[in-house]
């Protein structure tokens, strides 16, 4: 993969940070892969962090739950996501794209929970409960989810778009199960 020329310097942060919304923006819409965001730690570990942040406040949001138990929720399924990640990239002998993969599946899942959280809270009844509009969109957006996901485990892996299907519903699969078992009382 490709490294970027992106600087983080503090005049140039917003810059950059507003070039990543666009990159991970052209990797939903299937016109770039994750070889264009860079390889750099630092902002692996910021997206992590705003990844975790949004969701947890989404799930508290939607769920109406303690603090403690969304933070354990949200926490299981980024280290069981970016776990199976790893695991996958290292049986596929690519794990130099580790951060990057894993940097496209948390940006574009930060954008897709910028999407959810905005549907859920215009949709939700005086009940709490969704519109079938606001719940057929959300479904909708799951689908295009994974549909993403697998984009990039096909372009990270260089494998057939079906098969990085698969592994994007495995991956989904098992964050959301182990998430579930997290939760349980």
């Given at each position: 993969?490709?490294q970027?020329?992106?600087?983080?310097?503090?005049k140039?942060?917003?810059?950059?940070?507003?070039?990543?919304?666009?990159?991970f923006?052209?990797?939903?819409?299937?016109?770039?892969?994750?070889?264009?965001?860079?390889?750099?730690?630092?902002?692996?570990?910021?997206?992590?962090?705003?990844?975790?942040?949004?969701?947890?406040?989404?799930?508290?949001?939607?769920?109406?739950?303690?603090?403690?138990?969304?933070?354990?929720v949200?926490?299981?399924?980024?280290a069981?996501t970016?776990?199976?990640?790893?695991?996958?990239?290292?049986?596929?002998?690519?794990?130099?794209?580790?951060p990057?993969?894993?940097?496209?599946?948390?940006?574009?899942?930060?954008?897709?929970?910028?999407?959810?959280?905005?549907?859920?809270l215009?949709?939700?009844?005086?009940?709490?409960?969704?519109?079938?509009?606001?719940?057929?969109?959300?479904?909708?957006?799951?689908?295009?989810?994974?549909?993403?996901?697998a984009f990039?485990?096909?372009?990270a892996l260089?494998?057939?778009?079906?098969?990085g299907?698969?592994?994007?519903?495995?991956?989904?699969?098992?964050?959301?199960?182990i998430s579930?078992?997290?939760?349980?009382?």
């Amino acid at each position: 993969m490709r490294q970027s020329a992106i600087s983080f310097q503090p005049k140039s942060l917003i810059f950059c940070m507003s070039h990543l919304v666009l990159v991970f923006w052209r990797i939903c819409i299937f016109r770039g892969g994750p070889d264009a965001i860079p390889a750099n730690r630092t902002l692996l570990s910021i997206i992590v962090i705003l990844n975790a942040i949004l969701s947890i406040s989404l799930y508290l949001t939607i769920n109406r739950t303690g603090f403690l138990t969304a933070a354990t929720v949200v926490t299981v399924s980024l280290a069981g996501t970016a776990g199976l990640v790893w695991l996958i990239m290292n049986v596929m002998d690519l794990a130099a794209r580790f951060p990057q993969t894993l940097m496209a599946l948390l940006g574009v899942d930060l954008l897709n929970t910028v999407l959810t959280g905005a549907v859920a809270l215009l949709t939700l009844t005086n009940e709490g409960v969704l519109s079938p509009t606001g719940a057929a969109v959300l479904a909708a957006l799951m689908f295009w989810n994974l549909a993403i996901f697998a984009f990039i485990f096909h372009r990270a892996l260089n494998i057939h778009f079906g098969f990085g299907l698969m592994l994007a519903f495995f991956v989904v699969i098992f964050s959301v199960a182990i998430s579930q078992v997290a939760a349980a009382p």
